[in-house]
């Protein structure tokens, strides 16, 4: 059975920084693209970073710069190293899974309907 667990949300300051964890059960993780998405209060879940099987990765615009995603076969663990955080930061965050090897664009990298399995997720609150 398929398992995602997030872990390392918190409370942090504008400019802090925070890294995520996603630890991966059920399934062999390089044969997936992952993904980071978010839901603030009153909003629509939307993807904020994404990496393919091979390593490539994509990014939405208002974290580019600030969020890093990367992974750990050995540990089949995910990651979302999040720098200079902003207020506007403070959401949900869940990671998700899907197998196959690479998606068509960035768009669907980063869309909610590419991807089959989820996480609980993990509260990030960024005070100003």
């Known amino acids: 059975q398929v398992q995602l667990v997030e872990s390392g949300g918190g409370s942090v300051q504008g400019g802090g920084s925070l890294r995520l964890s996603c630890a991966v059960f059920?399934?062999?993780?390089?044969?997936?693209?992952m993904g980071w998405f978010r839901q603030a209060p009153g909003k629509v879940r939307e993807g904020v970073a994404a990496?393919?099987?091979?390593?490539?990765?994509s990014y939405a615009d208002s974290v580019k710069g600030r969020f890093t995603i990367s992974h750990d076969n050995a540990k089949n663990t995910l990651y979302l190293q999040m720098n200079n955080l902003k207020p506007e930061d403070t959401a949900m965050y869940y990671c998700a899974g899907v197998y196959r090897d690479k998606f068509m664009s960035a768009m669907q990298a980063l869309g909610v309907i590419s991807y089959r399995h989820w996480g609980q997720g993990t509260q990030v609150n960024v005070s100003s």
């Open positions: 990496i393919e099987s091979d390593g490539s990765t």
């Open positions: 059920g399934y062999i993780f390089r044969s997936y693209c």
